[in-house]
T-cell receptor
Framework: KAGVTQTPRYLIKTRGQQVTLSCSPISGHRSVSWYQQTPGQGLQFLFEYFSETQRNKGNFPGRFSGRQFSNSRSEMNVSTLELGDSALYLC????????????FGPGTRLLVL | DQQVKQNSPSLSVQEGRISILNCDYT??????FLWYKKYPAEGPTFLISISSIKDKNEDGRFTVFLNKSAKHLSLHIVPSQPGDSAVYFCAARGNYGGSQGNLIFGKGTKLSVKP
């Protein structure tokens, strides 16, 4: 069974731009969670989607948003990029809820210049 | 305030010996704990988990111990192998209103297993 895939793997943007990252969960998984990993803060929860609805949200500004499609694929968007948004963005999927074991994709490394 | 702490940023162990990675947490409402392993340029890989109703879970060379009274868990790897060299993250899952199960991670411990 194919794992979680994320595109693109690497991205360079400049301040003020916006970016959209994509995540395809493991086949049959309906819950998708997003995390931000930075050297200083470690892995921090962004939000979780299930059945096209945001079910839970972490403590991030409104510039960070996401959505989920009917095939469970998910996208996250960051608008008005700041230097501090440079990070590894990880997507994780689980069967029904984030309370089950989550399986991570390889991540998208975003560099904001 | 960090709810999940891994106080050792790095650990170096000789091949064949035991690796012990530690994790402390502050929230007594956590009901499930997980360990993930992460290689560079890859996402975290699930390793082993333990429910708060247990004090030990074993899977091959990996054993996780949970001490609820001390709010402490540890991951034991025996015997350690060079391929175990990676960053290990401890994660806890909440079971209280509003948490809905999102994982709270420690900042990781980089394990180096020397041949």
């Amino acid at each position: 069974k194919a794992g979680v895939t994320q595109t693109p793997r690497y991205l360079i943007k400049t301040r003020g731009q916006q970016v959209t990252l994509s995540c395809s969960p493991i086949s049959g998984h309906r819950s998708v969670s997003w995390y931000q990993q930075t050297p200083g803060q470690g892995l921090q929860f962004l939000f979780e989607y299930f059945s096209e609805t945001q079910r839970n949200k972490g403590n991030f500004p409104g510039r960070f948003s996401g959505r989920q499609f009917s095939n469970s694929r998910s996208e996250m968007n960051v608008s008005t990029l700041e230097l501090g948004d440079s990070a590894l963005y990880l997507c994780a999927s689980s069967f029904r809820t984030a309370r089950e074991t989550q399986y991570f994709g390889p991540g998208t490394r975003l560099l904001v210049l | 305030d960090q709810q999940v702490k891994q106080n050792s940023p790095s650990l170096s162990v000789q091949e064949g010996r035991i690796s012990i990675l530690n994790c402390d947490y502050t929230n007594s409402m956590f009901d499930y704990f997980l360990w993930y392993k992460k290689y560079p340029a890859e996402g975290p890989t699930f390793l082993i988990s333990i429910s708060s109703i247990k004090d030990k879970n074993e899977d091959g060379r990996f054993t996780v111990f949970l001490n609820k009274s001390a709010k402490h868990l540890s991951l034991h790897i025996v015997p350690s192998q060079p391929g175990d060299s990676a960053v290990y993250f401890c994660a806890a899952r909440g079971n209280y209103g509003g948490s809905q199960g999102n994982l709270i991670f420690g900042k990781g411990t980089k394990l180096s297993v020397k041949p």
